[in-house]
């Protein structure tokens, strides 16, 4: 047995069959790049790949193809068919595609994994469609969101649970969204917009901090919506405060992302942190600046952004100190 076979097998000093699992599991790297280091540790060539990208590519463009005829068929007639048809035709449609995903579970191809993902992403859209329109025709609004986001988010749940996969954990993300503002919206007659904005900001907190708990995962998935939560969150409503609340959050983003070493904060926190200040330079100043200044407003702020991300990215790309070894 060769020095690099022992070390992927038994981990003396390289790496192990056991990492490799865990980094795939956690969403660190596909199953192909963990089989590609395996063999290079073990002194082999790579394994090919047994599905093309070109091939893959072609049928996510014909699956997209035949859903997008159905769905123009389909919308024509719709006004033809009764509520039962409908339920239906979209429980059938939810159905179908979970069970399609379903027939995929064991293969160990990582083109079918990604397909499987896919299918049951948007069967977690069928089963929500399906589930409104099972609630009651008489039903308010209010009650129709708050058992959609009740049903949907025990549906994505579940699928997010057998499999931790990045579409699965947005669709869970939708489905917790709407049984929140569900239950505000039943709960309170006429709550003002920016209650829902900071509703979608509250919850991209709570997916960053699972994420960095690693509860849920891929935790960079968690990461991405949380940031995107935080980001949107506050101009659901329009009001002018909400702008600040924006800028803060970016600012707060980026101070995260140096503690705990994380890019991928930092990225977003820039972006917020540029687009809320270009933002009230306009609203605040374009009439009275005019627009040209804020334009050169916001330029320097955009280069102020570059050069203090810059900086940050450093500190969150430098390595902690080896602990010492006794």
Same mark, same amino acid.
Request: some cysteine; overall charge positive; hydrophobic content about 55%.
């Given at each position: 047995?060769?020095?690099?076979?022992?070390?992927?097998?038994?981990?003396?000093?390289?790496?192990?069959?056991?990492?490799?699992?865990?980094?795939?599991?956690?969403?660190?790297?596909?199953?192909?790049?963990?089989?590609?280091?395996?063999?290079?540790? /073990? #002194? !082999?060539?790579?394994?090919? @790949? *047994?599905?093309? $990208?070109?091939?893959? +590519?072609?049928?996510?463009?014909?699956?997209? =193809?035949?859903?997008?005829?159905?769905?123009?068929?389909?919308?024509?007639?719709?006004?033809?068919?009764?509520?039962?048809?409908?339920?239906?035709?979209?429980?059938?449609?939810?159905?179908?595609?979970?069970?399609?995903?379903?027939?995929?579970?064991?293969?160990?191809?990582?083109?079918?994994?990604?397909?499987?993902?896919?299918?049951?992403?948007?069967?977690?859209?069928?089963?929500?469609?399906?589930?409104?329109?099972?609630?009651?025709?008489?039903?308010?609004?209010?009650?129709?969101?708050?058992?959609?986001?009740?049903?949907?988010?025990?549906? /994505? #749940? !579940?699928?997010?649970?057998? @499999? *931790?996969?990045? $579409?699965?954990?947005? +669709?869970?993300?939708?489905?917790?969204?709407? =049984?929140?503002?569900?239950?505000?919206?039943?709960?309170?007659?006429?709550?003002?917009?920016?209650?829902?904005?900071?509703?979608?900001?509250?919850?991209?907190?709570?997916?960053?901090?699972?994420?960095?708990?690693?509860?849920?995962?891929?935790?960079?998935?968690?990461?991405?919506?949380?940031?995107?939560?935080?980001?949107?969150?506050?101009?659901?409503?329009?009001?002018?405060?909400?702008?600040?609340?924006?800028?803060?959050?970016?600012?707060?983003?980026?101070?995260?992302?140096?503690?705990?070493?994380?890019?991928?904060?930092?990225?977003?926190? /820039?972006? !917020?942190?540029?687009?809320?200040?270009?933002?009230?330079?306009?609203?605040?100043?374009?009439?009275?600046?005019?627009?040209? =200044?804020?334009?050169?407003?916001?330029?320097?702020?955009?280069?102020?952004?570059?050069?203090?991300?810059?900086?940050?990215?450093?500190?969150?790309?430098?390595?902690?100190?080896?602990?010492?070894?006794?």
């Amino acid at each position: 047995m060769s020095e690099r076979e022992t070390d992927v097998r038994r981990g003396d000093g390289g790496v192990t069959r056991a990492s490799l699992a865990r980094w795939v599991k956690a969403g660190l790297m596909t199953r192909e790049q963990a089989e590609a280091i395996e063999a290079f540790e /073990a #002194g !082999a060539a790579p394994a090919a @790949r *047994r599905v093309p $990208l070109v091939t893959e +590519a072609l049928g996510y463009l014909g699956t997209a =193809l035949a859903l997008g005829a159905a769905v123009a068929f389909l919308g024509q007639k719709w006004g033809e068919f009764t509520r039962g048809a409908h339920i239906g035709i979209l429980g059938g449609g939810a159905a179908l595609l979970l069970i399609a995903g379903w027939l995929l579970r064991r293969t160990e191809e990582e083109a079918f994994g990604r397909l499987m993902s896919v299918l049951w992403f948007l069967s977690a859209g069928l089963a929500a469609a399906t589930f409104a329109l099972l609630v009651p025709e008489n039903a308010a609004d209010e009650r129709r969101t708050l058992l959609t986001g009740i049903a949907t988010s025990a549906y /994505a #749940g !579940a699928l997010w649970l057998f @499999r *931790r996969w990045a $579409l699965q954990l947005l +669709a869970c993300f939708g489905g917790v969204v709407t =049984l929140v503002v569900g239950v505000i919206a039943t709960g309170w007659e006429h709550p003002p917009v920016w209650v829902f904005g900071f509703v979608v900001w509250g919850l991209g907190a709570v997916f960053l901090l699972l994420g960095r708990l690693g509860l849920a995962k891929p935790a960079f998935v968690a990461y991405v919506i949380g940031s995107c939560a935080l980001i949107v969150g506050p101009r659901v409503s329009e009001q002018d405060w909400t702008l600040f609340l924006g800028l803060a959050t970016g600012a707060a983003l980026m101070a995260v992302s140096v503690a705990v070493r994380n890019t991928v904060l930092l990225g977003f926190g /820039a972006a !917020a942190v540029f687009g809320y200040v270009t933002w009230i330079a306009v609203r605040f100043f374009g009439h009275t600046l005019g627009a040209p =200044l804020a334009l050169l407003v916001a330029g320097i702020v955009l280069l102020g952004v570059a050069v203090l991300t810059a900086r940050l990215r450093r500190l969150t790309g430098r390595k902690e100190p080896a602990a010492p070894t006794s």
